[in-house]
C-alpha cells in the first residue's frame, strides 16, 4: 500500500510560480511511476505530467510543456512539480497518483492516488 499526501496549493496571479509536493509512506517509492492529474470545476480530469521510477521519462501534457517541471526524489520519497508562467486555466485540484512499474499518462491505471490540492491562478 502507498499513502500520497499533496502540499504547496496556493493562490498565485497569472504569471507566477508554485511547487508542488507529493510525498509516499512506506519506503517502496522507487517502485513507482508518478503522474500528477488536475480537476477543475466543470471539467474533465486531466493528465498534466508523469515520472519514471527512474526519472528519466518524463511524458508532458500539451498544454503545461515548456512551464510545468516534475521530479522526483526517491530517497526522500516525494515528487515534486514545478509551475511556472501559470494561467488561469491551470485553476484546479491537482492530484498525484502512483503506479506500479511503466508509466504511463492513463488516469485508470494509477493504483494509489492523493487527495489533492487546490491551485488557484488570479489573472
Known amino acids: 500500500q502507498v499513502q500520497l499526501v499533496e502540499s504547496g496549493g496556493g493562490l498565485v496571479q497569472a504569471g507566477g510560480s508554485l511547487r508542488l509536493s507529493c510525498a509516499a509512506s512506506?519506503?517502496?517509492?522507487?517502485?513507482?511511476?508518478m503522474g500528477w492529474f488536475r480537476h477543475a470545476p466543470g471539467k474533465e480530469r486531466e493528465f498534466v505530467a508523469a515520472?519514471?521510477?527512474?526519472?528519466?521519462?518524463?511524458p508532458y501534457a500539451d498544454s503545461v510543456k515548456c512551464r510545468f517541471t516534475i521530479s522526483r526524489d526517491n530517497h526522500k520519497n516525494t515528487v515534486y512539480l514545478k509551475m511556472n508562467s501559470l494561467r488561469p486555466e491551470d485553476t484546479a485540484v491537482y492530484y498525484c497518483?502512483?503506479?506500479?512499474?511503466?508509466?504511463?499518462?492513463?488516469?485508470?491505471?494509477?493504483?494509489?492516488w492523493g487527495q489533492g490540492t487546490q491551485v488557484t491562478v488570479s489573472s
Open positions: 497518483a502512483a503506479k506500479r512499474l511503466v508509466t504511463t499518462n492513463q488516469a485508470r491505471r494509477y493504483d494509489y
Open positions: 515520472i519514471s521510477q527512474s526519472g528519466d521519462d518524463t
Open positions: 512506506g519506503r517502496t517509492f522507487s517502485n513507482y511511476a
